[in-house]
């Protein structure tokens, strides 16, 4: 069974550019996860969905960041104008169920983002 | 509100050490528990888990850890470690309740010397 896949795996940017990163999870998991983290950091959740509704999108820094996940399957994340400090691995992580103790997160590679 | 706790940034043991990782929580009920492991450029891998019952759980690869509630701690154990154990762990907490938010700390990077 395939994993958690992320893509792209590495983004350099200037400051002020776009960017967007896409998130494959596991088939059948209905639970889905963004987490921002930063060079020697643990992850810190930005936003989380079940089907395609967010359940909580309260960290996302909503000026700059956004996340869709249309039909409940794939996501994307999108920075619209990225700053310095956004540099860190963004992380997707799927999960079956909403909540409770069989609701193991799954995590994808990540995807390294450096703003110059 | 919760927060984790790692206190060590970096750990070196010798291989075929034992080896001990701190993780402390700071919590008004007794969370889940978790530690992951990240291996260079990839992503987390649950190594294990405590939700209830005996403190002591075992996890892949010869890992265990310890639930105390008296210290707010749930440290990770090796008896052996080999020089593949090399790599980020880091220790994470989620309410028994409410939102579905896992909590990491800083992570304790483990160094095994040859």
């Known amino acids: 069974e395939a994993g958690v896949t992320q893509s792209p795996r590495y983004a350099v940017l200037q400051e002020g550019q776009a960017v967007s990163f896409w998130c494959d999870p596991i088939s059948g998991h209905d639970t889905l996860y963004w987490y921002q983290q930063p060079r020697d950091q643990g992850p810190q959740l930005l936003v989380y969905f079940r089907d395609e509704a967010v359940i909580d999108n309260s960290q996302l820094p909503s000026d700059r960041f956004s996340a869709v996940r249309p039909k409940g399957t794939n996501s994307t994340l999108k920075i619209q104008s990225a700053k310095q400090g956004d540099t860190a691995t963004y992380l997707c992580?799927?999960?079956?169920?909403?909540?409770?103790?069989?609701?193991?997160?799954?995590f994808g590679p990540g995807t390294r983002l450096t703003v110059l | 509100a919760q927060s984790v706790t790692q206190p060590d940034a970096r750990v070196t043991v010798s291989e075929g050490a034992s080896l001990q990782l701190r993780c402390k929580y700071s919590?008004?009920?007794?969370?889940?528990l978790f530690w992951y492991v990240q291996y260079p450029r990839q992503g987390l891998q649950l190594l294990l888990k405590y939700y209830s019952g005996d403190p002591v759980v075992q996890g892949v690869n010869g890992f265990e850890a310890e639930f105390s509630k008296s210290n707010s701690s749930f440290h990770l154990r090796k008896a052996s470690v080999h020089w593949s154990d090399s790599a980020v762990y880091f220790c994470?907490?989620?309410?028994?309740?409410?939102?579905?938010?896992?909590?990491f700390g800083k992570g304790t990077q483990l160094i095994i010397q040859p």
């Open positions: 992580a799927s999960s079956a169920g909403l909540g409770g103790r069989g609701a193991e997160q799954f």
């Open positions: 994470a907490v989620r309410y028994t309740g409410g939102a579905d938010r896992l909590t």
């Open positions: 919590s008004s009920v007794t969370p889940y």
